[in-house]
DNA sequence: TGAAATGTTGGGGCG
DNA sequence: ACGCCCCAACATTTC
């Protein structure tokens, strides 16, 4: 009998085990199936993660662990450097093959291709597949064969590109098990989870982990917010937004289950639902944009997309930075989104382009301390995505947002937060003013802030900038670096 | 996936 | 009836 030898399906960030092209080619090869996931120490695999993304992969690795066990496939865990970690459990399983979904991070491209190399060089097969974007960064080409640099053109090439964007279903059980007793390391010494203090209350109370979290937020949004989509996502009290950025981070769901889903939602209306599908999806090829800008443009975490950004004059001023972190800056929805942020690992999209476009030009602090700030904090904190966005708000990106958009962090709140539901869910020591003035405490007479309790700059803290000097004062630094 | 300044238009009050 | 002013509403331009 010709019995098949051992496969390792290496996991990082397609941490699930439905739609997931590696693990079912692993597992379709016959013989035993091991998972691994390497955390990643000195940098070989990218940008070290964040704190918050920490305590997400602690959670999205347990419930993946469980979903393996009941295909009978074991997961080792390992810290380390992948080029000599791999080998080596390849070598201790005696696999035949290993298996993996691509990483689009130039620095992870160059960490896999080294640890391909090295496998090969063993003789064992060795083979990759896309189980993360809808389009791989070289499959939207120009005309001319270049790369697309404009979301636009980008996303409607991508759209045509006829990509089969069907989610691959659950993998079959692998027939025959074998587990490794003292390979791996126990995910708990890895500490990913804060003890003293505990700070992932916040965290534990709004999100879940793995597969069934992923799909029954999904779900929950899809028949409840769905409708409406495409205008209701504005608006940060209202629930027309998925929530489903933290289970795409890891890969808990796929971007194509994601878009599947909705598509399937969306038919079963009868079409009404077709301008929401279509916007929706148009988000999901934003992170397919960000990634193909990432893939072709490798600085583009650290370093402005458009040069004559090198020299902008932004302001050092950790002063005005810790305001602005902690969501002290006497802009209710300004603060409301930080405190958000830090309370949940989330913050609405709407809220994240004002808070990003306040730091960046109200306050003229580099977009790299936002961005950072952000990678730390979010739970779902994006190699691309992340420092994409944020160039794009502050207009040094590619495609970005001209850098005189600048939002009034007033009448934002006014036009999507005009009932100031959002705001004072998270800044409930101004709740009881009157929607009208709740934007701009400050305007409020002695005998409104009297009547409210709020004693600015004691209670609740007076604007660290007043808006309008702030806007002058950015247009006329945006004018000194204009060719 | 802005905001503010500036320009234009048209209705209404009024002498 | 007419010109004039005011101003809201809307459109265009500029940052």
């Given at each position: 009998m010709n019995s098949v030898g051992p496969s390792l399906v290496w996991f990082r960030n397609?941490?699930?085990?439905?739609?997931n092209p590696a693990l079912s080619a692993a597992i379709d090869r016959g013989g035993p199936v091991a998972g691994l996931y390497v955390l990643e120490l000195g940098g070989d695999g990218g940008r070290p993660l964040g704190l918050a993304a920490l305590w997400k992969l602690h959670g999205a690795l347990e419930a993946l662990r469980e979903a393996l066990d009941k295909i009978n496939v074991p997961l080792i865990l390992k810290r380390g450097v992948s080029a000599k970690i791999l080998p080596e459990v390849a070598g201790q399983i005696e696999a035949e093959a290993c298996f993996w979904n691509r990483r689009y991070e130039p620095s992870a491209i160059a960490a896999d291709k080294r640890v391909m190399e090295i496998l090969k060089a063993s003789k064992i097969d060795v083979r990759s597949w896309?189980?993360?974007?809808?389009?791989?960064?070289?499959?939207v080409k120009t005309k001319s064969g270049g790369w697309f640099k404009v979301f636009t053109p980008f996303c409607k090439a991508a759209r045509a590109a006829?990509?089969?964007l069907s989610p691959i279903g659950v993998p079959s059980v692998a027939l025959e098990r074998r587990d490794f007793p003292g390979l791996g390391e126990v995910l708990?010494?890895?500490?990913?989870i804060p003890k003293s203090?505990?700070?992932?209350g916040g965290l534990r109370a709004n999100w879940g982990h793995g597969e069934e979290a992923a799909r029954s937020r999904l779900s929950d949004f899809l028949s409840?917010?769905?409708?409406?989509y495409s205008e209701?996502?504005?608006?940060?009290?209202?629930?027309?937004?998925?929530?489903i950025s933290p289970y795409l981070r890891f890969g808990e769901i796929s971007a194509r289950q994601t878009r599947h889903a909705a598509l399937i939602a969306a038919d079963r209306a009868n079409g009404y639902l077709d301008s929401d599908f279509e916007v929706f999806e148009r988000e999901l090829y934003w992170r397919d944009f960000s990634y193909n800008l990432l893939f072709h443009a490798d600085e583009l975490p650290t370093s402005?997309?458009?040069?004559?950004?090198?020299n902008f004059p932004w302001r050092s001023d950790p002063s005005d930075f810790d305001a602005w972190s902690k969501g002290n800056t006497g802009y209710p929805i300004v603060d409301a989104g930080m405190r958000q942020l830090w309370e949940t690992g989330w913050m609405h999209n709407r809220v994240r382009m004002i808070v990003a476009s306040f730091l960046t030009k109200?306050?003229?602090?580099?977009w790299r301390q936002g961005e950072s700030w952000f990678w730390d904090?979010?739970?779902?904190?994006?190699?691309?995505?992340n420092p994409s966005n944020w160039q794009w708000v502050a207009g040094s990106?590619?495609?970005?947002?001209?850098?005189?958009?600048?939002?009034n962090p007033i009448s934002q709140g006014e036009k999507f937060d005009g009932s100031a539901e959002y705001v004072r869910r998270w800044v409930?020591?101004?709740?009881?003013?009157?929607?009208?003035i709740i934007h701009a405490p400050?305007?409020?007479?002695a005998t409104q802030l009297e009547e409210a309790g709020i004693q600015l700059g004691n209670t609740y803290p007076k604007p660290i900038v007043d808006h309008s000097a702030a806007r002058t004062r950015a247009l006329s630094a945006y004018q000194s670096i204009r060719s």
């Open positions: 397609d941490l699930r085990v439905s739609d896309n189980g993360s974007l809808m389009v791989e960064p070289w499959q006829g990509v089969d708990e010494d890895w500490r990913l203090p505990d700070w992932a409840d917010g769905f409708r409406g209701g996502r504005n608006f940060p009290a209202k629930s027309n937004v998925s929530g402005n997309f458009q040069a004559k950004f090198d109200h306050l003229m602090i580099d904090t979010l739970i779902d904190a994006d190699a691309a995505s990106g590619a495609d970005a947002a001209p850098y005189f958009r600048i939002f409930p020591e101004i709740a009881t003013l009157p929607n009208k400050w305007v409020a007479s």
